[in-house]
């Protein structure tokens, strides 16, 4: 089955700062690499997703870059905000998982102020 | 509301008891999955459906979990027998037909047993 690591499992950075979160998955077949912020006591939530025939995306503060030969995505936050502070988590999806989503172990984020 | 919707938002039970758990998707959406999530974890996939259709379950579902979506809309999770180690948050998603990656989940079911 799918083998999904995420790295670090902590990170702390200073408000304005960057913080790049990355996710190594084992499925060559995965071709749908999303991530989702869940906020303390809040549901998960879809924040950027990219698919395999793109190696950037960009929304505002937050971007996902895709190397699929090295089988790894990372989310990156510039300009980082009090209210980044989260628990992120990559699902990368391909075929071989049929409809479900796997989800990595997740990442904390805090943004010191 | 337009979100997916769990009811109750907590449930606390005493080890042995049943409980069932419902979860509304999105109105248009035909593929439902639940999940459950322990403290510092991330969700784990339990089971899912398109529409009525049970397609896949996960190895954790012991036969003491069973799901229904009997009409394609609402769904619910019944744990027959609970243990301690079933104390999870158990999450609710949705998704929409040709966007099937992309889960909308609910507020979850906060399941505590004593």
């Known amino acids: 089955g799918e083998n999904v690591e995420q790295h670090p499992s902590t990170l702390s950075v200073q408000e304005g700062d960057s913080a790049v979160i990355k996710c190594t998955y084992s499925?060559?077949?995965?071709?749908?690499f999303p991530w989702y912020k869940q906020e303390l006591g809040k549901r998960p939530q879809l924040i950027i997703d990219?698919?395999?025939?793109?190696g950037e995306k960009k929304d505002q503060r937050i971007a996902v870059t895709l190397n699929k030969t090295a089988k790894h995505f990372s989310l990156h936050i510039t300009e980082t905000q009090p209210e980044d502070s989260a628990v992120y988590f990559c699902?990368?999806?391909?075929?071989?998982?049929?409809?479900?989503?796997?989800f990595g172990q997740g990442t904390t984020l805090q943004v010191k102020p | 509301d337009t979100g997916v919707s769990q009811d109750p938002r907590h449930k606390i039970t005493k080890r042995g008891q049943n409980v069932t758990f419902r979860c509304d998707p999105i109105?248009?959406?035909?593929?439902l999955y639940w999940y459950r999530q322990t403290l510092g974890q991330g969700p784990e996939f339990l089971t899912y459906?398109?529409?009525?259709?049970?397609?896949?379950k996960s190895r954790l579902l012991s036969d003491r979990f069973s799901a229904e979506r009997p009409k394609g809309s609402f769904s619910t999770l019944e744990i027959q027998r609970t243990e301690q180690g079933d104390s999870a948050m158990y999450l609710c998603?949705?998704?929409?037909?040709?966007?099937?990656?992309?889960?909308?989940f609910g507020s979850g079911t906060q399941l505590s047993v004593l």
């Open positions: 109105s248009e959406h035909n593929r």
């Open positions: 499925d060559s077949a995965s071709n749908y």
């Open positions: 699902a990368p999806h391909g075929s071989s998982n049929t409809g479900k989503l796997i």
């Open positions: 990219i698919r395999s025939n793109v």
């Open positions: 459906f398109q529409n009525e259709a049970q397609l896949e």
């Open positions: 998603a949705s998704s929409l037909r040709g966007h099937v990656e992309k889960l909308f």
